[in-house]
């Protein structure tokens, strides 16, 4: 079945749809419908503008290219599986939730809640600006996406990154099982509570960086800007250049170009328990 080169603006308007062609389409008008294509499967969409809500509920199989989804289009995919987004513009609130294998390719995504508890995650190019997003995803895969946000990463579980540019605040608190490497992350506070955080090559900027963490590692990664850094954590870094200061690591290993303060407050730690050297 195709459809195409048509406008549709009522509810439900292509409900329960399999193995279809939607092309050229535009989901928009004065009926104001909603859940445009809820309960379809095995669909290519391609070059549609969508100005309705929730158009992509319960889908399976689908393919979604080129298309536009306004700021009105919100919550635009809920409950899916298996679907792959790339080329397009994903500008409404609350733009995937509780979606299985999702794939996103060269798409620009401005969403306040974006990526919210999915999991089979896949995410290459493009940008996001969102002020929460990934929060609880679980397996997910990112390379090269530039992202700018403000509560990133939280209760996420393994995540895999590369080749990233995140300017973000809280990023990666409570998270599990996190690498990133070859990629440079802005922001305050960064990693607070994470389980097995593991940065590589990669450039930090940012004021009190990875405390109160837990099997935290750093290869080979400088920093910018970063003072007070591991606090009450379990530490193993390597750190090429200069670390404005480091307050109260719990136990482990730090070793820097320069470190320009080090705060050891006994009351609180055990200094023995932390080998602290300038290379």
């Not at 579980?157 to 998270?175: G, L």
């Not at 960064?190 to 837990?214: F, K, M």
């Amino acid at each position: 079945m195709e459809y195409i080169g048509k406008t549709y603006d009522e509810e439900r308007a292509l409900y329960g749809i399999s193995d279809a062609l939607v092309k050229d389409c535009r989901f928009d008008g004065p009926a104001d419908g909603e859940s445009a294509m809820k309960e379809s499967g095995g669909l290519t969409v391609e070059n549609c503008f969508f100005n309705l809500r929730y158009p992509f509920w319960h889908v399976k199989d689908t393919v979604i290219r080129g298309c536009e989804m306004t700021d009105k289009c919100r919550a635009a995919l809920w409950y899916d599986e298996n679907v792959k987004i790339a080329d397009s513009a994903l500008h409404g609130i609350k733009a995937l939730r509780e979606c299985r294998g999702v794939t996103l390719r060269d798409c620009v995504v401005i969403s306040p809640e974006f990526l919210w508890k999915c999991s089979g995650v896949s995410v290459s190019g493009g940008s996001i600006e969102s002020e929460y997003p990934f929060f609880e995803c679980s397996d997910v895969d990112i390379d090269g996406l530039k992202m700018k946000g403000k509560y990133s990463f939280q209760y996420t579980e393994n995540v895999n990154i590369k080749n990233a540019v995140f300017d973000t605040k809280d990023a990666f608190w409570h998270s599990k099982n996190v690498t990133v490497t070859d990629s440079v992350v802005r922001g305050e506070y960064l990693g607070w509570y994470s389980e097995n955080l593991h940065l590589v090559r990669c450039h930090i900027i940012g004021t009190q960086p990875l405390c109160y963490c837990r099997g935290l590692i750093l290869e080979d990664c400088t920093t910018e800007n970063c003072d007070l850094a591991f606090e009450r954590s379990e530490v193993k870094a390597v750190i090429s250049g200069h670390v404005d200061s480091v307050k109260n690591p719990l136990c482990g290993e730090i070793t820097a170009g320069s470190i320009g303060e080090v705060i050891l407050e006994n009351e609180f730690i055990d200094p023995s328990r932390t080998a602290i050297m300038i290379k």
